[in-house]
């Protein structure tokens, strides 16, 4: 079963543009991780934000955590060509601390 | 530092024949796990290694999918006999320890199955 559901399914945008993608789940959670994979490639991690956190910034990177309203948003500002990927959400269940991923939102930044 | 390492990176089988994936984790890595992901889908865990022992695998089909891994090292994961459902991407991934110091998984590249 899947506890994050990433939104939108697909993103394009222009390279320069912000790109925003948001991620609901369902259960209580410990932490919940934003991880990226290229295509054809492994899944490369961004980003862990905590339950009892709010924000968290890691270079283009702005992730922000609602726990009432269940739901994560990961900002990328200032997009490039690179950063073209699909973004999944991986939330832990409560209490099981092992991550269940999202289907992810494909992110195309157009040069 | 070396990555995750996986192999073969590409393995295309008829169905009920047998297949193998190899992954070695990051030195020093306790918690090993395995994934499959299918196309357009998000990884979905296996099973999940504390050193040898076999700590959660609940979702990995046991009347075909069978894991090992000797010394706490490296793994292997077989399916006996593939079916074309089984095409899909298995991932490996390993952290130091999982449990309440929660710690963030490095994934290989994967290695992508196709059934035929």
């Known amino acids: 079963s899947q506890q994050g559901e990433e939104d939108p399914q697909a993103l394009s945008i222009q390279e320069g543009e912000n790109a925003t993608m948001n991620c609901s789940y369902k259960?209580?959670?410990?932490?919940l991780q934003w991880y990226r994979q290229n295509s054809g490639r492994g899944l490369v991690h961004l980003i862990l934000?905590?339950?009892?956190?709010r924000e968290k910034h890691s270079g283009r990177l702005r992730v922000t955590l609602d726990t009432s309203k269940k739901s994560s948003s990961l900002l990328i500002t200032a997009s490039r060509a690179a950063d073209t990927a699909s973004y999944f959400c991986?939330?832990?269940?409560?209490?099981?601390?092992?991550?269940?991923f999202g289907r992810g939102t494909s992110l195309i930044v157009h040069p | 530092e070396a990555g995750v390492v996986q192999s073969p990176r590409y393995k295309i089988i008829e169905k009920k024949q047998p297949v193998a994936f190899w992954c070695n984790p990051i030195?020093?890595?306790?918690?090993l796990y395995w994934y499959r992901q299918n196309l357009g889908q998000g990884p979905e865990l296996l099973i999940r290694?504390?050193?040898?022992?076999?700590?959660?695998d609940s979702q990995l089909p046991k009347d075909r999918f069978s894991a090992e891994r000797l010394k706490g090292v490296d793994s292997t994961l077989k399916i006996q006999p593939a079916e074309l459902g089984d095409s899909a991407v298995y991932l490996c991934?390993?952290?130091?320890?999982?449990?309440?110091?929660?710690?963030?998984?490095?994934f290989g590249p994967g290695t992508r199955l196709l059934v035929l």
């Open positions: 991934a390993s952290s130091l320890e999982s449990g309440r110091a929660r710690e963030t998984q490095y």
């Open positions: 259960t209580s959670i410990n932490n």
């Open positions: 030195s020093g890595h306790n918690t």
């Open positions: 934000i905590r339950s009892n956190e």
């Open positions: 991986a939330t832990d269940e409560g209490g099981s601390y092992i991550p269940t």
């Open positions: 290694y504390e050193n040898e022992e076999a700590v959660d």
